[in-house]
């Protein structure tokens, strides 16, 4: 019965199609997400023949555009669930393959004489792949290093299936056709894939005192990064000395000269290369605390 009454209005439809192209109200889809796949085809087809004569933004537009996705919703919960074992939420897979069916709406032309669920497959799959290129990976990663990988972990099954221990970079590279270093890039790049909180637990026995985590054993601090904010805040203040006072200071801490050295080249005593050093760094000292006051 329900058949019957779908193919009833795909019929109306398709003689609406014929004598009016001239912006008549569309016959109305009770539920078009109760459609059943074959009747939405059919249904499908008449509504691409009205949304090619209709005028964009108009309301009938509208009205044809949005009933052919609501109609096609199943095809993107078919392609969705090829990825139904990949640990994400199925309904933000769902949404992004609606992205692709829209796409394809957009796009499709009726006059290609190609069956639309052909047509947009290829946008919904490809709309889900894209998002898992882009979310899935815990860093950045190239995508052709993504795809390098997928490549390396079936090259690696393949050979160690049939060598019965796990294969060589030059192994791996012989079978995949490229050189060792791609190789070894991804099998780098494949660890940006998972990652582990800093605060994860080292332990299982979830003891909350003195539970170790991974922070604890990674990284070391380094000293001298606390040096560039230093940097930033004294090149102002090197700009503000006369060329004398930098060339002093070039000499002592670049040049690492001795202050009888640096006398000699100045003409002066090395007591007062001593002085001068020591009033320049106080000068220097004072504009990093912000009390820089007049020379």
Known sequence: MHTAVIRSEAQV???????????????????????????????SRQFFKRLSVLEEGTHDYQYARNTLIEMNMSLVRFAAGRFRNRGDDMEDIVQTGMIGLIKAIDRFEISREVEFTSFALPYIVGEIKRFFRDTTWAVHVPRRLQELRVELAKARDELAGRLDREPTVTELA?????????VVEAQIAANGYNSSSLDAALTGDGAESGEAVLADFIGVEENGLRLVEDFHALAPLMAELSERDRRILHLRFVEEATQAEIG????????????????????????MLGELGCA
């Open 13 to 43: 439809i398709e003689d609406t199609a014929r004598t009016s192209t001239d912006g008549a109200p569309l016959p109305g889809v009770e539920d078009p997400r109760s459609v059943a796949p074959r009747d939405a085809r059919e249904l």
């Open 174 to 182: 012989t079978l995949m056709n490229i050189a060792e270093n791609e």
């Open 264 to 287: 000699e080249r100045l003409g002066c005593s090395q007591m007062h290369v001593s002085r001068l050093i020591k009033r320049i760094i106080t000068r220097l000292r004072e504009g």
